[in-house]
Nanobody, 129 residues
Framework: QVQVMESGGGSVQAGGSLRLSCVMS???????????IAWFRQAPGKEREGVAA????????YYADYVKDRFAIFLDHAKMTVYLDMNSLKDDDTAMYYC???????????????????WGRGTQVTVSS
């Protein structure tokens, strides 16, 4: 049984930083599994959107344009954990952040939520100016 658990959300002032963590159990996060793990977010009244993704086999990462150069996604294979470092946070980054995974590579469809099978319950990030 796959379990996904996010943590690390909180309230921060604009310009600040947060690190989100996503622990996965029962899912192939090792270097030999060609899977994709992604972070999505959803703000009140808005659609869910892809933030960043990482391939488990080679560590290649993907980012939405609005977080490039501010966010970083990376894997810790030993800890079965995916992290999202968020820097230079803006008010628009306020949202519930979700971690999700699927059993095939990221590729050009990494941001498509319906393609992901396993989801966590989310962690809230609130940025205030």
């Amino acid at each position: 049984q796959v379990q996904v658990m996010e943590s690390g959300g909180g309230s921060v002032q604009a310009g600040g930083s947060l690190r989100l963590s996503c622990v996965m159990s029962g899912f192939g996060i090792d270097r030999y599994a060609s899977n994709c793990i992604a972070w999505f977010r959803q703000a009140p009244g808005k659609e869910r959107e892809g933030v960043a993704a990482v391939s488990t086999d080679g560590g290649r990462s993907y980012y939405a344009d609005y977080v490039k150069d501010r966010f970083a996604i990376f894997l810790d294979h030993a800890k079965m954990t995916v992290y999202l470092d968020m820097n230079s946070l803006k008010d628009d980054d306020t949202a519930m952040y979700y971690c999700a995974s699927r059993r095939f590579q990221c590729g050009t469809s990494w941001y498509q939520g319906p393609a992901f099978v396993f989801w966590g319950r989310g962690t809230q990030v609130t940025v205030s100016s």
